[in-house]
């Protein structure tokens, strides 16, 4: 099953499965997945691909974020060391029966397709993860994997 998975996975980044054999097998051998890293992989992995993949997509969108740290995205987390996400430090999403009202205010709208269109796939993509399907509710990486979601109305 595990093989599976992860042969699925290599396949899928390198684009190259079955046929073909442009190139030595040795070096086009992908890392792990990301959801089979041991911890110490998946912080090495964020040094290497997370980190720089997203400062230059954030950096597009706001030439602020040159300076943009683990920190941005776990917020204390990268200080204690847990990484543990959602962050408490991102600002929170309000819940899902005001979000219309909160898409209103240009300045979240605007964020909110910067978010939708690239930080949220982009992100599943690196991570090689299935992303939350809204329309079928069908588990998967989403707003809230970084977001804290506020409580809504009972
Ligand atoms: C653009 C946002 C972003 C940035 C920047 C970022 N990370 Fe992450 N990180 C994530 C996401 C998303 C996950 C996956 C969390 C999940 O499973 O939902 C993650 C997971 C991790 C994990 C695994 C946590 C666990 O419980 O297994 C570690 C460790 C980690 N990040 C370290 C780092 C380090 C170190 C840096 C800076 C070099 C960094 N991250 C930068 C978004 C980010
Ligand atoms: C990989 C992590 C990640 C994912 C996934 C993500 N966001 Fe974000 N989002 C962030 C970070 C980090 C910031 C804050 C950047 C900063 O420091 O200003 C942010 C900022 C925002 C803001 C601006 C909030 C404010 O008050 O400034 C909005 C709105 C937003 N996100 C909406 C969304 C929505 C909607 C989704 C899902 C479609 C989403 N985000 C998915 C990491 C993420």
């Known amino acids: 099953m595990i093989m599976k998975r992860l042969s ?6 390198a684009a190259a499965c079955g046929g073909g054999d442009d190139g030595d097998p040795d070096v ?3 890392p792990t997945a990301y959801e089979d890293m041991t911890f110490e992989q998946r912080s090495a992995f964020m040094a290497e691909v997370v980190l720089p993949e ?3 997509l954030f950096v597009a969108f706001d030439p602020k974020f040159s300076t943009m740290s683990c920190n ?3 917020g204390d987390g990268a200080i204690d060391g ?3 996400l959602p962050s408490p430090q991102v600002p929170p999403l309000p819940p899902e029966e005001e979000f219309e009202e909160y898409m209103q205010d240009p300045e979240n709208a605007k964020w909110g397709m910067f978010m939708l269109e690239e930080v949220w796939p982009e992100m599943a993509r690196l991570l090689q993860v299935p992303m939350y399907d809204p329309a079928t509710h069908t588990e998967g990486f989403s707003c809230a994997n970084c977001h804290t979601v506020q409580p809504g109305v009972e």
């Open 8 to 13: 699925i996975a290599v396949c899928l980044f």
């Open 28 to 30: 086009e051998q992908e």
């Open 54 to 56: 997203m400062t230059e």
């Open 72 to 74: 941005t995205c776990h």
């Open 82 to 84: 847990t990484y543990a």
